[in-house]
C-alpha cells in the first residue's frame, strides 16, 4: 500500500492500496474515509493513524491493565512517572550499553522514558501519554495477547 516506502499513504496510495484488497469506494465515501484516518490534517496517513483507525479505541479491560503499569512506575503515587520514578521501578546496571560503558544508567533511563514522553517531551510521564503509547504501538498486540498484564504484574 505504500508505495513510497516512506511510511506514510497520500491520497493516491491509500485509494489503490484500498482497491487492491477488494474496497471500492465512491468519491464521497473515500473523502470521509480520508478525514477519519488523517487524524492531523496534513494530508497524508501515518503509519501510526492507520494502525490506530483499523483497531479503534481501547477496551476497558486494557485500560484497566495499562492504569495499573502506569502506577508501578508511579512509585511516589503523585499521578506523574519521572525519571526517578523509573529509576526506582527498574535497574539499568546490567544494560549491555551500561556495562560496556558507551552509556550511564541515567541515559539508558532515559532513552527509555522517551517512548511513553511524548506529547509534551519534558522528563515528565503523564497517564495520558503512557495510555496513547499503549493505544498507538504495537504493544497493542501484546495486550491483546495477555501478554502485558502478565509482565507488569511480575514487577
Avoid at 492531523?40 to 477496551?59: A, P, Y
Avoid at 520514578?85 to 541515567?106: F, L, Q, S
Avoid at 539508558?108 to 514522553?117: A, G, I, P, R, S
Wanted: net charge negative; with cysteine.
Amino acid at each position: 500500500m505504500d508505495d513510497g516506502g516512506d511510511g506514510m499513504l497520500d491520497h493516491e496510495d491509500f485509494r489503490y492500496g484500498l482497491q487492491d484488497y477488494g474496497v471500492h469506494l465512491s468519491d464521497s465515501e473515500f473523502k470521509c474515509l480520508v478525514q477519519a484516518f488523517d487524524e492531523n490534517g496534513d494530508g497524508l496517513i501515518s503509519f501510526d493513524e492507520f494502525l490506530v483507525n483499523l483497531r479503534g479505541e481501547l477496551n476497558e479491560r486494557r485500560k484497566s491493565f495499562i492504569s495499573q503499569a502506569f502506577a508501578i512506575l508511579d512509585n511516589t503515587g503523585d499521578g506523574r512517572v519521572t525519571l526517578e520514578d523509573v529509576a526506582n521501578a527498574y535497574n539499568a546496571k546490567e544494560h549491555p550499553e551500561v556495562i560496556a560503558g558507551k552509556k550511564t544508567e541515567k541515559q539508558v533511563l532515559q532513552e527509555f522514558m522517551k517512548q511513553w514522553d511524548t506529547n509534551d517531551p519534558d522528563g515528565i510521564i503523564t497517564p495520558d501519554e503512557f495510555l496513547e503509547y499503549y493505544r498507538v504501538s504495537g504493544a497493542w498486540n501484546a495486550l491483546c495477547r495477555g501478554r502485558f498484564h502478565r509482565q507488569w504484574r511480575a514487577c
